[in-house]
């Protein structure tokens, strides 16, 4: 008979539905907002207190600003110390690639699925071939020429967008 780990379960049901863990990622997202003000909420207004901001819209940049450095840092602590500069590489890469959608106006995840779903199944002995065939094809297309993003491939545009914010190593 094995044993149970007392802690099992501690952070959650490891056997939950898809579902659940959604609810559980996003649908919490409002608790923890509540949790985060009350953690923050009166040393951010004494800090913005203190700084000499010439109006109203300097004091909302200035909330933002200070919410999501302290947001960040959070996250970046949360992390294994080794394990952290991944994470945050991760998460300026995923930043780079809103940024890129936003200034184009597209969603490169999707057009590169567009592009995926063009890989001719019937073309392919098995499914072994088929799925190595669109792994390389979702490689590639990172470095190809779109139309959307003026000709640039997207791996260039999602550079610039790093380079632009000083979010490369």
């Excluded at 930043?95 to 597209?106: D, G």
């Excluded at 590639?140 to 020429?145: C, F, L, M, N, Y």
Aim: cysteine-free; charged content about 30%; glycine content about 2%.
């Amino acid at each position: 008979m094995t044993e149970q780990d007392p802690n099992a379960g501690l952070f959650g049901d490891e056997d939950a539905s898809e579902n659940e863990v959604i609810e559980y990622v996003f649908g919490k997202n409002p608790n923890r907002v509540s949790a985060i003000t009350d953690l923050w909420y009166e040393e951010m207004m004494k800090t913005l207190k203190d700084m000499e901001l010439p109006d109203e819209e300097a004091k909302l940049r200035a909330v933002f600003k200070l919410t999501a450095s302290g947001l960040l840092d959070m996250i970046a602590d949360s992390q294994d110390p080794e394990a952290a500069p991944d994470v945050m590489s991760d998460f300026d890469m995923f930043l780079a690639v809103a940024l890129t959608n936003k200034k184009y106006n597209i969603n490169l995840f999707a057009e590169q699925q567009k592009a995926l779903e063009t890989v001719d199944r019937s073309k392919f002995a098995n499914d072994e071939e088929y799925a190595e065939a669109v792994s390389r094809a979702e490689d590639i297309w990172w470095e190809i020429a779109q139309p959307l993003l003026d000709q640039r491939n997207p791996n260039d545009a999602i550079r610039e967008t790093l380079n632009k914010y000083g979010l490369t190593l």
